[in-house]
């Protein structure tokens, strides 16, 4: 995929990328990376950057006056940090008569189908203005328990909702690598095909400056190509990388190969929102055996044995089987007062619809479950 087939392009920079080696703001790379997008936008492709660095911006312009917990210290530092960072990017944008935007979000705008909506609108008008959307979680008043993994799951998010044509994650690395990143003899993995699983060739180490690392990378990668999305993994302290990315030449990395059929926006945060499910259906064998026959088929209420959880009409639940292994996602037809009552029902609307229905095995996700994973979340 070339520049002239681009004309959507979401950036992730991660904090080691932004930072020095003593964690302070490396501005000179900003502006590097800033001068880049700028290319991109005389190119007539729009750019939705999702930066890291925060925390890291933060944690050098305020000394605590007493010893913070990890939370208190995380909301302090970014809460400082944020305003220098987006402050920066301002005046770097600016020297190139381009106009940045900050938005901070959290898990509850990709779990509500109306804030996603409402969230995923104002990025839209933004850039039909000509305005570069700059995207953080929204780290001061995150709850540890509902933050996202890192800015690489949230990425991913934005690149799903804004139906993207391709995800580029900066890292400060080249990509994956077929063995240990040090020894002479690994080699990038250049082009990673549709389904295939190289998770067995990454390190779990986390970065150093950031909360995510390469395993992380790559699972979110793996979901977002087979949504029908082009993600590439490189280096982002290389010159003029984004360019030469956009353009598809031979620069070093990793891109994962996007599903010749992509998924709808609505399949899209389906898949992307099982993190922020507010309960479950539990369906019988016979439901599970009809759900992965040859036809598209929906959630019936006459194959349903148990409701979990408390979620509203239109909320992301999760669809489980007799053995506790969830089989994948879906949004309610129904609120989960309703729904109890038409357990077992044959003549009521369906549970879950197929158009708003999301295999694990879609998604090559499967996991098993139990009843503490249903509930609804106490700060929901």
């Known amino acids: ?150 800015n690489d799951e949230l990425s991913g998010l934005v690149a799903a909702m804004m139906n993207m044509d391709a995800l580029i994650i900066l890292s400060n690395v080249d990509g994956i690598y077929d063995g240990d990143p040090a020894a002479p003899e690994s080699r990038v993995i250049r082009a990673i095909p549709e389904k295939a699983d190289i998770s067995m060739f990454i390190r779990p180490e986390k970065s150093v400056f950031g909360r995510g690392g390469m395993l992380t990378k790559y699972h979110m990668a793996r979901k977002v190509a087979d949504e029908g999305i082009l993600v590439i993994i490189a280096n982002g302290t290389k010159k003029n990388i984004l360019p030469e990315l956009a353009a598809g030449g031979e620069t070093v990395c990793s891109r994962f190969l996007p599903a010749e059929k992509p998924a709808s926006g609505i399949k899209k945060w389906i898949a992307h929102s099982e993190g922020f499910a507010r309960g479950a259906v539990y369906i019988d064998k016979g439901a599970e055996e009809v759900l992965y026959g040859t036809k598209a088929i929906s959630i019936l209420f006459v194959g349903v044995t148990r409701i979990s959880g408390r979620f509203r009409k239109d ?66």
């Open 1 to 150: 995929m070339t520049a002239k087939q681009l004309k959507r392009i979401a950036i992730k920079v991660g904090s080691n990328v932004l930072t020095r080696r003593d964690g302070t703001l490396d501005v000179e790379r900003m502006s590097d990376l800033v001068a880049q997008i700028a290319a991109l936008r005389t190119q007539g492709i729009d750019v939705v950057l999702i930066s890291s660095g925060a925390v890291a911006s933060g944690r050098n312009e305020i000394k605590p006056v007493k010893k913070l917990d990890a939370v208190s210290s995380r909301q302090l530092y970014s809460a400082v940090g944020q305003a220098k960072l987006i402050n920066r990017y301002f005046e770097l944008f600016h020297e190139h008569r381009l106009v940045c935007g900050q938005v901070l979000t959290s898990t509850e705008n990709f779990g509500s189908r109306t804030h996603y909506l409402n969230q995923k609108n104002c990025m839209e008008t933004m850039l039909e203005n000509g305005v570069i959307p700059i995207v953080n979680e929204n780290d001061a008043v995150s709850v540890t328990e509902l933050m996202f993994t890192d």
């Open 315 to 380: 909320d992301i639940i999760r669809i489980i089987n007799e053995e506790g292994r969830q089989l994948g996602v879906g949004r309610a037809g129904y609120d989960s007062e309703k729904a109890i009552t038409l357990i077992g029902k044959r003549k009521a609307r369906p549970m879950i619809h197929y158009d708003y229905l999301c295999l694990d095995s879609d998604t090559g996700n499967g996991k098993s479950t139990d009843d503490k994973s249903q509930t609804e979340h106490p700060l929901r």
